[in-house]
C-alpha cells in the first residue's frame, strides 16, 4: 500500500533562518507530489505542484521553493525565512487522473 | 476559475444532534467532489468523493449527494458523536483529476 511521509513534524525557527522539510511517497511510482499550506485558522493554499522529477509548478509568489530531486521525493525550502511564514505545511500526492489526492501527517512551522 | 464554498464555522452541536455543513462549488465540466476531515493537530483524510452527478458518497455515518443542478456537495450525519469533532474541508477537482480546489474549512464542535 502507499504511504506518504513528511518530517519533521514540527519546528520553531528564527526569522532569517533556513528551511527545509522533506517529504517522501512510498508504495507507487511517478506520483503528482504538492505542497499545500495552511495558516492558523485559515483554508488551505497549494505552494507547488510537481508532475515529475525536476518539474515544479509554483501557485503563488513567495520566498519559498519547491525541489523534487526523486521520484518520490519533494522538498520545501526558504533561504530566509519570514514570520508570515508559519503555518501548518501539509505535503499529498496522487496519481495520473486517479483524482484522490492523499495527505501527509504534516509539518508545524513556527517563525520567531 | 473553480471555487468552493463552505459554510463558516464553527458549528456547535450536542451529541446525536443532525450535522448539516452546507457546500456550493463553481466550476467548468463535471468535476469529482470531495469531503476531507482534519482532527486536531493531524493532517487531512479523505472522508467521501463523489465523480458524478446524483452520486452519494459516504463513509463513517456522513453523506453527501452530488447536486449538479444546485452546484452543491453538503455534507451530512444523522447523529454525531464528540469524535467528529474536526475540520471538515469540502473540494473538487479539476478535469484533469490532478489539482483540488479547497473550501475554506467549517470546524465542527460537538459537546457531550
Known amino acids: 500500500s502507499q504511504t506518504i511521509h513528511q518530517w519533521p513534524a514540527t519546528l520553531v525557527q528564527p526569522v532569517g533562518s533556513p528551511l527545509s522539510l522533506e517529504c517522501t511517497v512510498e508504495?507507487?511510482?511517478?506520483?503528482?507530489l504538492y505542497w499545500y499550506r495552511q495558516a492558523a485558522g485559515r483554508g488551505l493554499q497549494l505552494l507547488f505542484y510537481?508532475?515529475?522529477?525536476?518539474?515544479i509548478s509554483s501557485e503563488v509568489p513567495q520566498n519559498l521553493s519547491a525541489s523534487r530531486p526523486q521520484d518520490r521525493q519533494f522538498i520545501l525550502s526558504s533561504k530566509k525565512l519570514l514570520l508570515s511564514d508559519s503555518g501548518f505545511y501539509l505535503c499529498?500526492?496522487?496519481?495520473?487522473?486517479?483524482?484522490?489526492?492523499?495527505f501527509g501527517e504534516g509539518s508545524w512551522l513556527t517563525v520567531v | 476559475g473553480n471555487s468552493v464554498t463552505q459554510m463558516e464555522g464553527p458549528v456547535t452541536l450536542s451529541e446525536e444532534a443532525f450535522l448539516t455543513i452546507n457546500c456550493t462549488y463553481t466550476?467548468?465540466?463535471?468535476?469529482?467532489l470531495f469531503w476531507y476531515v482534519q482532527y486536531p493537530g493531524e493532517g487531512l483524510q479523505l472522508l467521501l468523493k463523489?465523480?458524478?452527478?446524483?452520486d452519494k458518497g459516504s463513509n463513517k455515518g456522513f453523506e453527501a449527494t452530488y447536486r449538479k443542478e444546485t452546484t452543491s456537495f453538503h455534507l451530512e450525519k444523522g447523529s454525531v458523536q464528540v469524535s467528529d469533532s474536526a475540520v471538515y474541508f469540502c473540494?473538487?477537482?479539476?478535469?484533469?483529476?490532478?489539482?483540488?480546489?479547497f473550501g475554506g474549512g467549517t470546524r465542527l464542535m460537538v459537546k457531550p
Open positions: 466550476a467548468t465540466g463535471y468535476p469529482s
Open positions: 463523489a465523480t458524478k452527478a446524483d
Open positions: 510537481s508532475v515529475g522529477i525536476g518539474q
Open positions: 508504495g507507487t511510482s511517478n506520483p503528482n
Open positions: 499529498a500526492w496522487s496519481v495520473g487522473g486517479g483524482n484522490t489526492i492523499y
Open positions: 473540494a473538487l477537482a479539476n478535469n484533469a483529476g490532478n489539482m483540488l480546489t
